[in-house]
C-alpha cells in the first residue's frame, strides 16, 4: 500500500494521470476501485486517469450517477467508469452488462464499487479516499495480485 496526501484538485488529477499511463503499458484489462464520501475526489481523479488513457480532451467526465456507464475511446483502450451509487442489487448488474465491457483493451473504473465486489469481483487497483483535518485527501492506493502490485511498483508519486 502507498498513500498520497492531495491538497487539491489538481494533484488528485495529476495521481490519476499517472496512473492512466502506466495502465498503457499493460497489456491485459485493469480495473480499479474508488471509495470514499461524496466529494472526496474520485471523478476527479479518474479526470486525470482519462488524460494519462489519452482520452480526447473534448470528452468531458462527469460521474454517471443516473446512466450508470459512461466509456470513452482511449486509443487501443477503452476507459469504462462506473458510478453504481443508484444501484440496488448485484442482480442489476446483469441488466446494466457488466460482464459485456470486459476485455483486454478495458480500464475499468468504479465509484462505489460494494456491489460488485459482494458479487466477487477482485479490482486491480483500490483507491481509498478520506479528507484530513484540513480537507486535504488522503488516498490510499491498495492493490490486488501481481498486476495491482507491479502497476504501483512502477507509478512514481509525488
Ligand atoms: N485534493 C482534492 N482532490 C480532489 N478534489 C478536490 C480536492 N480539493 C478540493 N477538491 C474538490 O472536491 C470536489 C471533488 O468532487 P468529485 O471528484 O466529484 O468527488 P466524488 O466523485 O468523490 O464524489 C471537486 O469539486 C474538487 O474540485
Ligand atoms: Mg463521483
Same mark, same amino acid.
Not at 467508469?81 to 442482480?91: N, S, V
Given at each position: 500500500?502507498?498513500?498520497?496526501?492531495?491538497?487539491?484538485?489538481?494533484?488528485?488529477?495529476?495521481?490519476?494521470?499517472?496512473?492512466?499511463?502506466?495502465?498503457?503499458?499493460?497489456?491485459?484489462?485493469?480495473?480499479?476501485?474508488?471509495?470514499?464520501? *461524496? !466529494? #472526496?475526489?474520485?471523478?476527479?481523479?479518474?479526470? %486525470?486517469?482519462?488524460?494519462? &488513457? +489519452?482520452? /480526447?480532451?473534448?470528452?468531458?467526465?462527469?460521474?454517471?450517477?443516473?446512466?450508470?456507464?459512461?466509456?470513452?475511446?482511449?486509443?487501443?483502450?477503452?476507459?469504462?467508469?462506473?458510478?453504481?451509487?443508484? *444501484? !440496488? #442489487?448485484?442482480?442489476?448488474?446483469?441488466?446494466? %452488462?457488466?460482464?459485456?465491457? &470486459? +476485455?483486454? /483493451?478495458?480500464?475499468?473504473?468504479?465509484?462505489?464499487?460494494?456491489?460488485?465486489?459482494?458479487?466477487?469481483?477482485?479490482?486491480?487497483?483500490?483507491?481509498?479516499?478520506?479528507?484530513?483535518?484540513?480537507?486535504?485527501?488522503?488516498?490510499?492506493?491498495?492493490?490486488?495480485?501481481?498486476?495491482?502490485?507491479? &502497476?504501483?511498483?512502477?507509478?512514481?508519486?509525488?
Amino acid at each position: 500500500m502507498k498513500t498520497v496526501v492531495s491538497a487539491s484538485a489538481e494533484e488528485t488529477m495529476t495521481l490519476g494521470r499517472r496512473i492512466g499511463e502506466a495502465i498503457l503499458q499493460l497489456p491485459a484489462l485493469f480495473s480499479i476501485a474508488l471509495t470514499g464520501d *461524496l !466529494g #472526496a475526489g474520485k471523478t476527479c481523479l479518474i479526470q %486525470g486517469l482519462a488524460k494519462g &488513457l +489519452g482520452v /480526447d480532451e473534448g470528452y468531458y467526465i462527469t460521474s454517471p450517477t443516473f446512466n450508470i456507464i459512461n466509456e470513452y475511446p482511449a486509443g487501443v483502450k477503452r476507459l469504462c467508469h462506473l458510478d453504481l451509487y443508484r *444501484l !440496488g #442489487a448485484p442482480d442489476e448488474l446483469e441488466y446494466i %452488462g457488466f460482464e459485456d465491457l &470486459l +476485455g483486454e /483493451d478495458a480500464v475499468v473504473a468504479v465509484e462505489w464499487p460494494d456491489l460488485l465486489r459482494e458479487d466477487g469481483f477482485v479490482f486491480n487497483l483500490e483507491l481509498r479516499f478520506e479528507f484530513d483535518k484540513d480537507f486535504n485527501r488522503i488516498i490510499r492506493i491498495i492493490p490486488s495480485g501481481q498486476q495491482g502490485t507491479n &502497476l504501483l511498483s512502477t507509478l512514481s508519486l509525488p
